[in-house]
């Protein structure tokens, strides 16, 4: 069992910058990849970005060079720091992880960038 909290979000204006944080439970957090969705209102969910295991990295286009994921195993934490937020980066990130048996959601946190 794995329980996914996100924290970190908020209201920003256009240009700045947050840290979004998940924190996991479980005792193979650090064998698993992790992944960041969001949703935008009226919009499907959408992958952002993932870290494996090992810490390699990969981004959707519409956030690469201003996202980054990061991991601390030892914290059972993944991060995504956000920069250069734009208006269209409102949406709730929720954090992902998968078993491979199961897959595990947060409840999300909402980013709201402001023009």
């Known amino acids: 069992q794995v329980n996914l909290v996100e924290s970190g979000g908020g209201l920003v204006q256009a240009g700045g910058s947050l840290r979004l944080s998940c924190a996991a439970s479980g005792s193979i957090f650090a064998s698993y990849a992790m992944d960041w969705y969001r949703q935008a209102p009226g919009k499907q969910r959408e992958w952002v970005t993932s870290?494996?295991?090992?810490?390699?990295?990969i981004y959707a286009d519409s956030v690469k060079g201003r996202f980054t994921v990061s991991r601390d195993n030892a914290k059972n934490t993944v991060y995504l720091q956000m920069n250069s937020l734009k208006p269209e980066d409102t949406a709730v990130y929720y954090c992902?992880?998968?078993?491979?048996?199961?897959?595990?959601w947060g409840r999300g946190t909402q980013v709201t960038v402001s023009s």
């Open positions: 870290i494996t295991s090992g810490g390699t990295t």
């Open positions: 992902y992880t998968s078993s491979g048996l199961r897959n595990y």
